[in-house]
């Protein structure tokens, strides 16, 4: 169903256009929540495998194109310390996608009252 826009008042055509923006918004945040967890997931394998080897084992850190040599403990802190970064920013988008998804919800409910009418 395509709606002709000259044919709609100047609310109902802001309502709509705010609705494609919202839309576009939620798909911007979701792309963005299903990155923050691809990288919680990878923090998470990390500090798995750090915790498993010895203090004296060799352990390397990307670095752009190279790979530096580090010292296990400073690269389990590290990443331990992106985790819980990645967690909080992870929450906020989720709020924030929560909040957009219900926008979504009372614009839609708001325009298909106004085209009952």
Do not use: H
């Not at 044919?7 to 494609?20: F, G, R, S, V």
């Not at 580090?70 to 985790?83: A, R, T, V, Y």
């Not at 819980?84 to 219900?102: A, F, G, P, S, Y």
């Amino acid at each position: 169903m395509s709606l002709d826009l000259e044919n709609l008042n100047e609310e109902q055509k802001k309502k709509i256009l705010n609705l494609n923006n919202l839309q576009q918004s939620f798909e911007f945040i979701t792309s963005q929540r299903i990155q923050l967890e691809s990288n919680l997931r990878e923090s998470e394998l990390a500090i798995e495998e750090l915790e498993k080897i010895n203090t004296n084992d060799a352990v390397y850190k990307a670095i752009g194109g190279l790979l530096v040599k580090s010292e296990k403990n400073k690269l389990l802190d590290e990443k331990k310390s992106l985790k819980v970064t990645l967690e909080m920013r992870l929450k906020t988008l989720k709020q924030k996608e929560d909040r957009v998804k219900n926008q979504i919800e009372t614009m839609r409910k708001s325009l298909q009252a106004d085209f009952q009418k």
